[in-house]
């Protein structure tokens, strides 16, 4: 297990419980921790992070 890519998650689920993260933000936010989206596809498929659309946007929300 990595810690620093455990860490770098736990702070994209931060950002997400207080305001959505736009796709193209999370693009960016995943360079900078040197993640990559299959990071993302599996906080979706653990139940911890949701992906929504809203005005043609894709954005990510933590679950509860």
């Known amino acids: 297990m990595n810690i620093d890519r455990e860490r770098h998650k736990e702070e ?4 997400a419980a207080v305001h959505p993260i736009r796709r193209s933000l999370l693009e960016d936010i995943l360079k900078k921790y040197k993640l990559d989206w299959n990071d ?3 906080m979706v ?3 911890k992070l ?5 005005d043609g946007e894709i954005f990510y929300i933590k679950r509860d």
Do not use: F, H, R, V
């Not at 949701?50 to 809203?54: F, L, N, P, R, V």
């Open 50 to 54: 949701k992906e929504i659309s809203k």
């Open 12 to 15: 994209i689920l931060k950002l």
């Open 45 to 47: 498929k653990e139940g």
């Open 40 to 42: 993302i596809d599996d």
